[in-house]
Structures are given as structure tokens and as C-alpha cells.
């Protein structure tokens, strides 16, 4: 290994996941547009995948945990894909309905 | 053949009948309805040839003498138990049977005469065979009922009546008598009312059911104390241990009242005097406070004749005695409703309003018989002064009733005014010591008069009218009814050459008149001298009214030529059993015809141990003769004598004055009745006893029913009104409190503040998606710093 590499520990790439997390939350508080927010929600879940990942490699420990910390977020990604068809094609009739995908116009349901 | 046969034949012409009731009740409805007939009438034609079997089976073991009266002729009877129901200590309730000559007598009298009945009715209820249409009853709308014939169904009642009646006359025990007895009143209850859409027959099955209730409710107070003083129901002694000895307990009511030990004589019987005697009993207790029991047992053994027979002179108040005469009443109440006697003698004439062939069942061998049957039956525990006071309403009936046959003209009421009347001849018979005579008079009277009945179904068949006003001259038409109910007449009315022959009903009324002479010959006075004289103008009334009739249906012209018009003898299956009575009604009491047993022999052998010596009474001043002074040698030219000529010259003067009448015509009925109208009125109103009877009991029973009623309406119905109101109120004001305030209350509130939440927490769901985002966010920086820092 180089060692600009022996320098990395777990902690880089913690940093790295918050800020794609904290990226994603922005995204999904801040964007109107629905595919904005799909977008947020996606770099949401990939910031949650680099901890896992992170947590389950020999950076953080030698004897290692198995493959449980990347199998997990290959989970992830088979669950964001079905979750982003299923809310792309809400955005769609959405669309369909309202001739916008603007979040906030979608307010049928406040209390 | 052995006379152990005797139960088991008797018992299976008893059940016949039954059998048959229960196979027309159960399959009857899914049969052509003369089948039921034909089987009812073969059930009683099999009972009646057993009960024949029996009476030979009897006669061959009991031979019977000429019409002679010994001690000897007397036959013991057969006792014995069928089927023990239960036993509770000394009370033993069984299904027995006492067999006497008087059984058989009566077993075959009652299945002879019910075949005939039997037959008859085959013909005469023809018309029930198909959908009737009742002319008599008016439905609403103004058209007569229209109704299924009910053929079965009335032979149907007709085994149960001849069952019944049957079972009473076998009956071992109080106990059964008592339950046949009111089997008796319930079948006559569904015959009479046989037409039940009619109101007058209703009425009269009421009349009938109600008024025989009324005896049989002193019919119970006199089983209540025999059982209360004897403990026991069975008629005769029976050896109950098979020890071959008769003990205390295994004793029957007749001996018990009548002890071989005392000749046969009537007795207090022990349990009787010691029940009226407890308040000595207990003060020689209270006298003798360290005497045992044995002491006690010996000294009421000592003193229990001076107790019973009123001290050792009989100056004494007899104990128990009272007793034994409450007794004797009560059950001669039962018989006084049973027989029709006055002052119940009113329901027997409504009774007429069942088919002519129940008349004649109920008139003759059943019903009627059943009462005349029980007081011959209890004749050894009826003390004097019941004797007496059943001769008394014996002598009434006989008078009021005869009285009011004068001047019926229905045909069939004036029948049933004479067998009341005949009945009255039956008690007067025994109430003065004649049982033999009582006894064979029911026989006798039982063929004539299911005759004479039989022979107006007949006319009634042939016209369709009770009426005699608009019969006459039906002799050519009906030449076979007339012949055989003149021989009906002459039998009722006794006629005969005298000392010669007559036919039955000579005998026997000649036996009472006989009797009841005696009786006044020994008791000068107003009593005795009234029932011979009551007796014997009864005997004259009998001819004129029973030939008043015959005149006026058989005799002269006709009066309704339309009617007569139609008229026609009856068909066969109706005559041959007139004939077959016609000729039991003439020849029945002949004494020994042939060489043959006579009837009086064979009733001989029945009579109660000890009832035929001359008796006295130790409170009433009366002499009870022995019936075999009227028949002794001695008396011939001082009794049998002159009564057999006065009771034949009072027949000829009651039949010359019925042919002066009604068929020479020297005498104009409508005169004699216009002369004295107060008297034909008071006689066809039937001494207004109906009237009188309505007023006594009828009325104030309305008006103590209205007050009743009133009661029920205002004070019980109020009670139940107010409370059903108050309840209603309780539960107002628990369903208001309790429900609404309580449970309602909670549950609404309960509501109304989840409501209230829901509402206040809608403000937080804004609905825009970004807003929950940064809930989000600052609800996971929350937890954060919450769980860093604390």
C-alpha cells in the first residue's frame, strides 16, 4: 500500500458519508421538485452505504466482521431501485395529474 | 273348568273394549269408519261371550238352588290382585278384583246389553258414516254446519264406556272403583256432547260432567273415611303372605265393618271408634303417666266394646259410629249423582241430547246402573240411618220423577224421567232393606229399558222427531218397534197373570213392593206407610205413562201425514237387537224356566254376609225386616198376597186410564190437563227444578263470579297495572341515571376528548413533504444531543 493510502482510516470515510448524507437531507428539504428530492434521498442512502461499508472493512478492525457490512448496502441499492421506480412513477401521475411535480403543490392530505 | 279361570276371563273381557278404544284412537282415522265399528262391536261381542263363559264356569261350581233364600245359596267371592301399583305402608294400592255372582250378573248384563247397543248403532249412526250437515246448528253466515262424520270416533267412546263400566263392576278395591267410576263420567261426558256443535248438547254433557262432580266430591269424603279408619281399599280379605290364615291386616272393608266374629253384624270398625275416641284414649295416657305400651294396647283391647257399643247397657255415646254412617253417605253421595237421584237427578233427562244408542247404554247397563250397582256393592257398610236416607231419596225420585213422565211429550224425555223414576224404585228397594230386590231390579230394568230406548231410535230414525205430538199410528208401519216396545211397556209396567207368569219387570217390582210392605208393616208411620204408598202409585203412573206413549206413537192416527208418510220399519241391523232384548226384557227374572238357574238365585248367592237378618238401628226408631219374611211360607196370605194384586190392579187402573185416554177417548187429555192446568204446568216444567236450581245456584254464582270478577279487574289488575307501572318508572329513571348519565356519559366524554386530540394534533400535519424533512432532521439532532448530554 502507498502511504498515502495507510493514511486513510475509518474516520475519512465517515466524513465522506456525512457529507453525502447531510448533502441528500438538504436536497430532500430544500428541492420543490419531486425529482430533486428522489435525487437527495438517493445520495441519502449512499451516504448511510459508505458507513456501512466503512464500519465493515479492516479499517476498522483487523479480524474482520465477514461480509455483512457490504452485503448490506447492496441491499440498499436493489431497495433504492425499487423505491425509485415506484417514485418515479408516482411523480409521474402526479404529473399526470397536476401538470407539475412540485412537492408543495401536494397538499390534499395536511391536516 | 277352575274357577281360577274366573280373573283371568273376566279381566280380558274388561280389557277388550279397551284394546279396541286404543286401536281406533291410534289407526282409526286411516280407516274406512265402519271398521271401527265393526271392530268396537266385535271387541264387546268377545267380552260377551267370555263374561258367558264365565257365568257357566261359575254355575258349574255354584249351583244354583230354585228360587229359594238360604244362608247356604251364598258363594263366597274370589279375591285377588292382578298388579300391585304400590304399597306405602299399610295403604296398598292395586289393580284387583272382587268376583261374585253380582260380577258376573253384572258383566254379562252390561256386555249383552252393550252388543246389542253395539249392533243397533251400526244401522242408526249410518249417517255419521259420511260428511253430516247439521240442520240444528246455524253457522253465522245462516247455513247449516257442514261436518266429517264422526262414525269411529263415537264407537270409538263407546269401547271406553263399556270398558269403564266394566272395569267398575270387576274393581277389587275402593280405589279403582273410584277411578272407573269417574272413566264413567268422562265417557259419558264425550257421548252426551257427542254433537258438540249443537249448544243444548254441550250444555247437557256440562250439566252431566258438573252434577256427577258434585256427588263425587262426597263420594271422596266417604273414601276418606273408610281408608282413614280401615287403612285399607280392598273390598274382600285376601291372603296377602299365602299363610293361609286372614290376619288384621290382610282384612277387607267387609269384613272389617261386618266380622265373622260378630255374626256378620254391622261393626264400628276399631280404627273408626279409636279415631272419635282419642280424647278418652289421651286422658287415660295423661292418667297413667308410667304405663307402657303394652299397658296402653291391653287396656284399649278392654275397653274397645264398651267404646263401640255405648258402655256395657249401649246407653252410651257409641264412638266411631257417626263416623261409619258419614261414610255410608258419602259414598251413596257419588251414587246419588251417578244413579240421577234427587235432588241430582237433573242432569239424566238433558242427557237425551246424546245419540238415542248413548241414551240407551247410559239408561240401562252403564252410568245410571254404575251408582244402583256401588250402594248394592257397599250395602254391608251402610249403617241404618244411611239406609234411611237412602230410601228416602230413593222414595223421592221415584215420586218426581215418575210425576213429571205424566206429562212429557218428547219420547225419549219421557223415558228418561221413568228411568230415573225406576232408579228412585232401586234405592227405595235397598234403602228398606231389600237388596235383593234393588239388585234385580237394575237387572231387569237394565233390558227393558235399553228396549224401550232402542225402540224410539228407531221411531226418531224413521221420523227425525222427538216429538210424540206428531207420531200416532206408526203400528203399521213399524209393526216389529211396536211389538217389541209394547213387551218393553208391559215389562216396565209389571203387568202379568198374577201368580202365574209375567214378564221381568213383575218380578221384580213385585219383590219391592213386597219389601217396602214389609218394611211398613214394621214401621207404622209416616215414613214406612209413605214408601209403600209411594211405591205403589209409582207403579200405577209407570203403566199410564209408559202406555202414553206407546198410544200415542204406535196407537191412533197419525197426527203429521207427511211425516208418517216416510216412515218405514227400520233395517235389520236395528231390529234383531230389539228382539234379542225384547225377549231378555220378557224372560230374564223367570223364576227358574225350564229347570234352568233363576236370575234371583244366582244374585242370592252375592248377597252381603250378614244383611239377611231383620236389623234395627240404635238412634232412629226403625226396623229393618229381613228380606226373607216378604218370602216366607208364613206371610204368603199376609204379603206376597195382597201387594202381588195391589201392584196388579194399580198397573191395570195406570194402563185403563192411558186407553181411556188416548184411545177410547172417554177421557180428553187436553180436559184433564185444562182442569187441572196448575198441576200440567208445574209437571212440565218439571217441578221448575231447573229453575229453581238456576236461581239457587246458578245465579248467585254469576253474581259471586261478577264480584269475582270485579275483584280481579279492580284490585288485582289495578295491583298489576300500578306495579307494571312503577316498574316501568324504576326503569325510566335507571335507564336515564345509569345508562345515559353514567355509561353514556363516559363513553361520549371518552369520544369527545380523543376527538379533541385528533383535532389539535391536524395542525401538525402540514402536508408539505420538505417541512417533515427538517421535522426529520431536527428531530434525529434532537435524540442526538438528548441522549449526549443527558
Redesign the interface.
Same mark, same amino acid.
Given at each position: 500500500m502507498c502511504g498515502l493510502l495507510a493514511q486513510i482510516t475509518v474516520s475519512h470515510y465517515l466524513v465522506v458519508g456525512a457529507v453525502l448524507f447531510v448533502t441528500g437531507v438538504l436536497c430532500m428539504a430544500t428541492k420543490r421538485n419531486a425529482l430533486g428530492v428522489l435525487m437527495g434521498i438517493e445520495l441519502l442512502l449512499n451516504g448511510a452505504n459508505v458507513n456501512f461499508v466503512a464500519f465493515g472493512s479492516k479499517l476498522l478492525r483487523a479480524d474482520a466482521l465477514g461480509l455483512d457490512g457490504q452485503l448490506i448496502p447492496l441491499f440498499v441499492i436493489v431497495l433504492a431501485a425499487a423505491e425509485a421506480a415506484v417514485a418515479l412513477a408516482i411523480a409521474l401521475n402526479f404529473y399526470n395529474n397536476h401538470t407539475t411535480v412540485d412537492v408543495d403543490k401536494a397538499e390534499e392530505l395536511k391536516g | 273348568m277352575d274357577t281360577s279361570l274366573l280373573p283371568i276371563l273376566l279381566g280380558i273381557a274388561v280389557l277388550l273394549p279397551l284394546i279396541s278404544f286404543f286401536v281406533i284412537l291410534a289407526v282409526g282415522r286411516w280407516w274406512r269408519p265402519v271398521l271401527g265399528g265393526y271392530l268396537a262391536t266385535a271387541a264387546i261381542m268377545a267380552a260377551g261371550l267370555l263374561s258367558l263363559t264365565s257365568l257357566a264356569i261359575w254355575l258349574s261350581h255354584h249351583p244354583v238352588g230354585a228360587a229359594g233364600h238360604h244362608a247356604a245359596d251364598q258363594a263366597g267371592p274370589y279375591v285377588g290382585d292382578y298388579y300391585v301399583l304400590g304399597q306405602f305402608g299399610a295403604l296398598r294400592i292395586t289393580i284387583g278384583y272382587y268376583i261374585d255372582s253380582l260380577t258376573i250378573v253384572m258383566c254379562c248384563l252390561i256386555t249383552l246389553i252393550a252388543t246389542c247397543i253395539h249392533v243397533y248403532a251400526l244401522g242408526y249412526m249410518h249417517e255419521e258414516l259420511h260428511p253430516v250437515t247439521d240442520h240444528e246448528v246455524t253457522l253465522p253466515d245462516g247455513s247449516p254446519l257442514r261436518r266429517p262424520g264422526r262414525f269411529s270416533n263415537f264407537f270409538q267412546y263407546m269401547s271406553l264406556f263399556c270398558f269403564s263400566m266394566l272395569g267398575l263392576v270387576l274393581a277389587g278395591n275402593v280405589a279403582m272403583v273410584f277411578v272407573f267410576w269417574e272413566l264413567v263420567g268422562i265417557c259419558s261426558y264425550f257421548l252426551i256432547g257427542f254433537y258438540v256443535e249443537r249448544k243444548s248438547a254441550s250444555n247437557a254433557a256440562n250439566k252431566a260432567f258438573i252434577v256427577n262432580r258434585i256427588g263425587d266430591f262426597g263420594m271422596l269424603v266417604g273414601m276418606m273415611a273408610l281408608w282413614g279408619g280401615m287403612g285399607t281399599f280392598a273390598f274382600g280379605d285376601a291372603d296377602l303372605n299365602g299363610n293361609g290364615s286372614i290376619e288384621r291386616s290382610e282384612r277387607g272393608l267387609f269384613s272389617l265393618v261386618r266380622p265373622a266374629a260378630r255374626e256378620h253384624q254391622l261393626t264400628t270398625p276399631e280404627g273408626l271408634v279409636l279415631a272419635d275416641a282419642h280424647e278418652e284414649l289421651q286422658r287415660w295416657a295423661l292418667a297413667h303417666p308410667t304405663a307402657t305400651r303394652g299397658d296402653f294396647e291391653s287396656y284399649v283391647a278392654g275397653e274397645l266394646d264398651d267404646l263401640r257399643d255405648g258402655g256395657p247397657d249401649g246407653s252410651g255415646r257409641r264412638y266411631g259410629y257417626w263416623l261409619l254412617v258419614l261414610a255410608g253417605i258419602g259414598i251413596f253421595c257419588g251414587c246419588v249423582g251417578k244413579s240421577a237421584q234427587f235432588p241430582l237427578h237433573v242432569w239424566l233427562p238433558d242427557a237425551m241430547e246424546g245419540p238415542t244408542p248413548v241414551s240407551a247404554l247410559v239408561h240401562s247397563a252403564t252410568m245410571v246402573a254404575a251408582g244402583v250397582y256401588l250402594v248394592g256393592r257397599f250395602y254391608p257398610v251402610f249403617a241404618p240411618e244411611v239406609l234411611l236416607v237412602i230410601a228416602v231419596t230413593g222414595g223421592i225420585t221415584l215420586f218426581l220423577a215418575a210425576t213429571i213422565a205424566l206429562t212429557a211429550t218428547d219420547i225419549k224425555r219421557v223415558l228418561a224421567y221413568s228411568t230415573v223414576s225406576q232408579l228412585g224404585y232401586m234405592m227405595l228397594a235397598l234403602g228398606v232393606g231389600g237388596w235383593l230386590a234393588g239388585m234385580l231390579h237394575l237387572v231387569t230394568h237394565a233390558f227393558f229399558k235399553s228396549l224401550l230406548f232402542l225402540c224410539s231410535g228407531s221411531v226418531i230414525h224413521a221420523l227425525h222427531s222427538n216429538e210424540m205430538t206428531v207420531m200416532g199410528g206408526l203400528r203399521k208401519k213399524m209393526p216389529i218397534t211396536a211389538a217389541t216396545m209394547l213387551v218393553g211397556c208391559l215389562a216396565i209396567t209389571g203387568l202379568s197373570i198374577p201368580f202365574v207368569i209375567g214378564l221381568s219387570g213383575y218380578y221384580s217390582k213385585d219383590m219391592i213392593l213386597e219389601q217396602a210392605f214389609s218394611f211398613a208393616r214394621e214401621n207404622p208411620g209416616l215414613l214406612g206407610d209413605g214408601f209403600f204408598i209411594v211405591a205403589a202409585g209409582g207403579a200405577a203412573m209407570t203403566a199410564f205413562y209408559m202406555f202414553r206413549l206407546w198410544f200415542l206413537t204406535f196407537a191412533g192416527e197419525p197426527r203429521d201425514a207427511q211425516r208418517y208418510a216416510h216412515a218405514h220399519e227400520s233395517p235389520r241391523v236395528m231390529y234383531v237387537p230389539l228382539i234379542i232384548l225384547a225377549v231378555f226384557a220378557a224372560g230374564v227374572a223367570w223364576p227358574a224356566p225350564f229347570g234352568w238357574p233363576s236370575l234371583q238365585g244366582l244374585l242370592e248367592q252375592a248377597r252381603p254376609a250378614g244383611t239377611a237378618v231383620t236389623a234395627v238401628s240404635a238412634h232412629v226408631p226403625f226396623v229393618w225386616p229381613s228380606e226373607y219374611i216378604a218370602h216366607d211360607a208364613a206371610n204368603y196370605w199376609s204379603i206376597v198376597v195382597p201387594v202381588t194384586w195391589l201392584a196388579f190392579l194399580m198397573a191395570v187402573a195406570g194402563l185403563l186410564v192411558a186407553v181411556a185416554m188416548y184411545v177410547t177417548g172417554q177421557l180428553s187429555a187436553r180436559e184433564v190437563s185444562r182442569q187441572f192446568a196448575p198441576l200440567h204446568r208445574f209437571l212440565l216444567h218439571k217441578w221448575w227444578f231447573d229453575e229453581l236450581y238456576d236461581l239457587l245456584f246458578v245465579r248467585p254464582l254469576y253474581v259471586v263470579a261478577g264480584w269475582c270478577a270485579a275483584i280481579d279487574r279492580r284490585w288485582i289488575d289495578g295491583l298489576i297495572d300500578h306495579s307494571a307501572r312503577w316498574t316501568a318508572r324504576l326503569a325510566a329513571w335507571s335507564q336515564w341515571l345509569g345508562d345515559h348519565t353514567l355509561i353514556d356519559g363516559f363513553v361520549d366524554r371518552l369520544a369527545a376528548w380523543t376527538y379533541r386530540v385528533g383535532v389539535s *394534533? %391536524? #395542525? *401538525?400535519?402540514?402536508? #408539505?413533504? %420538505?417541512q417533515y424533512? *427538517?421535522f426529520l432532521?431536527i428531530g434525529v439532532v434532537a435524540v442526538f444531543l438528548i441522549s449526549s448530554f443527558l
Open positions: - | *394534533l %391536524r #395542525s *401538525l400535519q402540514t402536508g #408539505s413533504l %420538505r424533512v *427538517l432532521v
